[in-house]
């Protein structure tokens, strides 16, 4: 059933562009798609990252941010998709603020804000002790 999905998705999309990659997760640049190669070896959380990159728009807004916020693709998987993260450790770039996606610097809004406001909190810990 997925599959089908999957397929659908993919002809609705013909004008995205997916990439493999060595690095991170996944990611929706415009009308690129990069995702690691090596999710191929777990194909339900493949093309549920995939789907999940299908709904994004290919300008970064509001909309987007609650797709990541309430990701629904991932429900069920979760397991299987932090077992992804701990054997493979070229994904944790997933969470560094900024990337390089074809030769082009990307910071990812969503990422910079976690990243702010975790250092905003280390800061408040460190003046408190």
Known sequence: MKYLK???LLMLNELIKIYKINYGIACRIGDNIYINKELENY????????AHEFTHSSKFNKNDLLIDLNNKHLKGLKKEYYSFILT???SW???F????YNK???ISPLISGIWILGLI???LIWKII
């Not at 194909?43 to 995939?50: E, F, K, R, V, Y």
């Not at 603020?97 to 390089?100: A, L, R």
């Open 97 to 100: 603020p900024f990337g390089v």
């Open 88 to 90: 493979h450790p070229s």
């Open 6 to 8: 999957l397929q659908n």
């Open 121 to 123: 909190l280390f800061y």
């Open 104 to 106: 082009k610097f990307v």
């Open 93 to 95: 770039t997933e969470f």
């Open 43 to 50: 194909p339900l959380l493949h093309d549920s990252i995939l």
